[in-house]
T-cell receptor, first 112, second 114 residues
């Protein structure tokens, strides 16, 4: 059974800092791993999808890595901005149904 | 707009009333998922459809909950005899079939049960 954990639950950083969000999963036989952003009271916006054959994926200031052997993924945010303040969720499929199992999220605050 | 659409966005109801939420997925997506999210938690899986077939239901989906996708397009999630513990954000997502692909989520429907 797939379980996903995110640490830390909350993070506060000054603007301009580079930061890393962590995600761990128990079942390494995953097809992919997806990172989402959620603003308060809103739905989820997909940020990055890393396929199992990939080790990392980049979009702008975001870089996500995947290490299946250790059951870990990281989301790296470069030169953080106040607009990056949100909750970041990682999720992994529990099976080939595509059903995602989510971590509890990391709530990020970037202070001007 | 070709994204996932959910209605209503907000619903306030009294305990014991029935509520229904609708989800319109991205048109070419034949998989549709429902999730529930409470404050400070990640989304929890409720159920999913492939075309019109409901293929999996979570134990979270009590007898008061029912979901349908009659024509393999839009889906409805009905909650009967609402309880205060049903207060949450109900999220819908869609994807294409095959090797698990990227899920696209709607803006969610927030339910408040008084």
């Amino acid at each position: 059974k797939q379980e996903v954990t995110q640490i830390p639950a909350a993070l506060s950083v000054p603007e301009g800092e580079n930061l890393v969000l962590n995600c761990s999963f128990t079942d390494s036989a995953i097809y992919n791993l997806q990172w989402f952003r959620q603003d308060p009271g809103k739905g989820l916006t997909s940020l990055l999808l890393i396929q199992s054959s990939q080790r990392e994926q980049t979009s702008g200031r975001l870089n996500a890595s995947l290490d299946k052997s250790s059951g870990r993924s990281t989301l790296y945010i470069a030169a953080s901005q106040p607009g990056d303040s949100a909750t970041y969720l990682c999720a992994a499929p529990s099976s080939n149904t595509g059903k995602l199992i989510f971590g509890q999220g990391t709530t990020l605050q970037v202070k001007p | 707009d070709t994204g996932v659409s959910q209605n209503p966005r907000h619903k306030i109801t009294k305990r014991g009333q029935n509520v229904t939420f609708r989800c319109d997925p991205i048109s070419e997506h034949n998989r549709l998922y429902w999730y529930r999210q409470t404050l400070g938690q990640g989304p929890e899986f409720l159920t999913y459809f492939q075309n019109e077939a409901q293929l999996e239901k979570s134990r979270l989906l009590s007898d008061r909950f029912s979901a349908e996708r009659p024509k393999g397009s839009f889906s409805t999630l009905e909650i009967q005899r609402t309880e205060q513990g049903d207060s949450a954000m109900y999220l819908c997502a869609s994807s294409v079939t095959g090797v698990p692909g990227e899920l696209f989520f709607g803006e969610g429907s927030r339910l408040t049960v008084l």
